[in-house]
């Protein structure tokens, strides 16, 4: 692999940001897409990308054993003392005990909270998930996930269980639109590749010359999306699908233009002739093939 090309885009190809590689034996070329997934990178190619995210959240549905779909929201616990949040009740609930010191800190360990939930609703009852992230105004992560399980799900169950696993109070449990909902995770997953300069990030760092330990900031690492081992479609056979479908097309016009080319007795007779008389050439060979996998 050589690197980026200089110039940005090459006709045929629809990536801002293509890579250009050359063999070290036979000097063939290739042009791959970038396949970013942030779009300060490469518009079209995280466009590509939210759209593979949809077809990975669509392609579980219920089945016999995990009839019951729902589009579960949890938040980062507020900042300051409040009432616990009730759903339909004006002022919430008694006084709430969820609440953020250190909003780095929280969003650092935010993949351990959600650990920790799955655990406790694996309990209640067999489920997968599909999980996405989003990021709130104030850098806190906002989770999204998709989840068909074994049993309803009550709301009040969940948040008890949420705010135990250090999440904050507002959970939000609604019937699941699979197609809607598949979308709108889709959207905020590729947002959120985007936004990790804007999400405080805590982590340890070590003192290389006195070997201390202590805490320190750092573009966050948090991971956009994550699934169930089980849920569905994965992104290598969502591309592996994505090139047989190429190659079928490629196949078939191949056939379609062979059949047009097939000469006919008095064109066999008369010989290829270009409009102006002169025998037809045949064009050069493109330098490079554009590569979308």
């Not at 949890?74 to 010191?101: D, F, N, Q, S, Y």
């Not at 949420?162 to 598949?182: I, N, R, T």
């Not at 006195?210 to 966050?220: D, H, K, M, Q, V």
């Not at 290598?236 to 190429?246: H, I, L, T, Y």
Request: proline content about 6%; some cysteine; hydrophobic content about 40%.
């Amino acid at each position: 692999m050589v690197g980026y090309l200089p110039g940005g885009g090459v006709d045929g190809l629809d990536c801002d940001s293509p890579l250009l590689v050359v063999c070290r034996v036979c000097d063939g070329r290739l042009v791959w897409a970038c396949r970013a997934h942030r779009a300060s990178r490469c518009v079209p190619c995280s466009e590509r990308y939210r759209r593979l995210l949809v077809r990975i959240a669509q392609s579980r549905s219920a089945s016999a054993h995990r009839g019951h779909g729902f589009f579960l929201t949890l938040t980062a616990p507020g900042e300051r003392e409040h009432a616990r949040w009730i759903p339909g009740r004006p002022g919430g609930g008694g006084p709430c005990a969820c609440r953020v010191g250190d909003l780095a800190e929280w969003n650092a360990a935010a993949g351990q909270a959600w650990n920790r939930l799955r655990l406790g609703l694996s309990r209640l009852c067999p489920f997968e998930y599909f999980r996405v992230v989003e990021v709130q105004k104030r850098g806190a992560l906002h989770l999204h996930i998709l989840v068909w399980s074994a049993e309803p799900l009550r709301r009040d169950h969940v948040q008890e269980l949420a705010v135990a696993a250090g999440f904050g109070c507002q959970v939000d449990l609604s019937p699941l639109s699979p197609q809607k909902h598949a979308n709108y995770a889709a959207k905020y997953a590729t947002k959120a590749t985007d936004q990790r300069g804007a999400v405080p990030w805590a982590v340890d760092v070590v003192n290389t010359r006195t070997g201390e330990l202590t805490r320190g900031s750092a573009p966050a690492r948090y991971r956009t999306w994550s699934s169930s081992r089980q849920w569905g479609l994965t992104v290598r056979e969502v591309r592996a699908a994505n090139r047989a479908a190429m190659e079928n097309s490629r196949l078939a016009r191949s056939a379609g233009v062979a059949s047009a080319d097939q000469p006919t007795p008095s064109s066999v007779a008369q010989g290829p002739t270009a409009a102006g008389g002169e025998p037809r050439r045949a064009g050069p060979s493109t330098a490079a093939e554009l590569v979308w996998a």
